[in-house]
Structure formats: structure tokens, C-alpha cells
């Protein structure tokens, strides 16, 4: 926990937080996005883009999120570990493991989520005030649906300059999730107070009930942290 505490102390000190720098309001639907499907089911997304503990509360909070885990993507399971990956050199990134009801929201609507609100994709290897490639934004494809929403999304962004920046997200795809030591699980509800969350992480929460109130949920689920 040392890494990210000290990472308050440069918040506290005025850096800026993770949040999403859209040069507009809202960004505009995905134009090419999987259909809403006919019934009820569960798919799953793994997104990365900073601290897993804010990507974790913003999606906790998306109406048709069935359940949300923190955790290390891109690595081997053996460096699968909060100590490990804060060394930065594992090829482990802080995700998120996201199961929700396609009947309910696209994976496309989830992305535009994860662009407007859950991070910025345009600063490269950090988030705010935590630096290192564990911190990246990366977007871990499931089947080639998702990778073909994912790509044509950042392209179709880019060419409507949503961001003052580049887009620097990658699209790579999904080895393996595995889930982050139970302390991070639900980090953010149960420590709301906490000098870090308050500074980056609760924006987010807000920023999403502002600019998708129909698919804001006020309630978190607690996370079972068995896979």
C-alpha cells in the first residue's frame, strides 16, 4: 500500500485527477457497436486505465454491471501480485474485470464509459498522480467482436477530436484476468473517506451520474471476489 499512499501526497500537492479531459460534454455513441441482445445473459469486459480501484467504483455504478473485479492483466499469474506489479515491470496493468447483461448494455456503451469517465485515455504509462506502465490505458479483447468495437471506436474518437490529446489506449487481447488481493477488492465504498479516493476516484463516480443519468446506478454491488 505504500506506493499508492504516497501517491496521495502528490495529489494532496495539487496534481491533477484521473479523470477524462473530453473536449465536449458527452462523447458519441459507438457507430459500429454489438446489437442489445434479445435475452439476458453475461459477457464480460477487462479494461485498464489507472488505479483499478476507481475503474472498479465508476463501473460498480453502470446500470446492467452484473459484477466488477480489480485485478492484473497482461502479465504471468506468478507476478500476479499488488507488490510485483507496482514495480512496474511485470506487463501487468491494473484492470478490471467487468461481467454485465448484454440485454441490458452494449459493449460499446461500456467503452464509451470507460472513455468519458473511468480515466483519460490520452496520458500514456499514468493516470493522474500514478506513473508507471502498470497504470496504462488498455482495453484486453475478448473475441473479435470486441476487438473490432474497440478499434473502430478509438478511431472514430480520434477523427471527431474528442480529446485536446492523441488517444494512446491499446487494444490487445485478453490472456488471462486475475483478481487482486482481497484489500483492493471494493476499495472505494468501503473506504469512501480516504484522502485518494476523495481526490480521484469520487469525481468519477460524480461525472458519470452528470453525463449518463440513465445509466447510473446509486447502489454498489459488493464484489465476491471467487472468480
Known amino acids: 500500500m505504500l506506493a499508492r499512499r504516497l501517491t496521495v501526497l502528490a495529489a494532496l500537492a495539487g496534481l491533477a485527477a484521473c479523470t477524462a479531459t473530453a473536449a465536449t460534454a458527452d462523447l458519441p455513441d459507438p457507430a459500429y457497436d454489438a446489437p442489445k441482445a434479445a435475452t439476458h445473459g453475461t459477457e464480460t469486459a477487462v479494461l485498464a486505465g489507472g488505479c483499478f480501484w476507481g475503474m472498479q467504483s465508476v463501473f460498480e ?30 506487463g501487468h496493468a491494473e484492470s478490471v474485470k467487468v461481467q454485465f447483461d448484454p440485454a ?3 459493449y460499446g456503451q461500456l467503452l464509451k464509459v470507460y472513455f468519458a469517465v473511468a480515466h483519460d485515455p490520452t496520458e500514456l504509462d499514468r493516470q493522474g498522480p500514478d506513473a508507471g506502465t502498470q497504470y496504462r490505458s488498455e482495453i ?16 472514430q474518437l480520434g ?21 487482486a488481493e482481497d484489500y483492493h477488492q471494493d476499495y472505494a465504498r468501503i473506504h469512501p473517506d480516504d484522502p485518494y479516493i476523495v481526490i480521484n476516484d469520487a469525481p468519477k463516480v460524480a461525472r458519470l451520474k452528470q453525463l449518463f443519468p440513465a445509466l447510473y446506478q446509486p447502489e454498489q454491488m459488493v464484489v465476491d471476489v471467487k472468480l
Not at 140 to 155: G, P, V
Not at 167 to 178: D, E, G, K, S
Open 61 to 90: 455504478h453502470v446500470h446492467g454491471v452484473k459484477q466488477v473485479w480489480a485485478g492484473y492483466s497482461g502479465g504471468n499469474a506468478d507476478t500476479a501480485h499488488y507488490d510485483d506489479v507496482s514495480e512496474g515491470n511485470t
Open 104 to 106: 441490458v448494455i452494449s
Open 140 to 155: 484486453f479483447y475478448a473475441n473479435a467482436q470486441q476487438q473490432k468495437i474497440a478499434q473502430s471506436y478509438i478511431a
Open 159 to 179: 477523427a471527431a477530436k474528442a480529446f485536446d490529446s492523441s488517444i494512446v489506449t491499446l487494444v490487445q487481447p485478453l490472456r488471462a484476468f486475475y483478481p
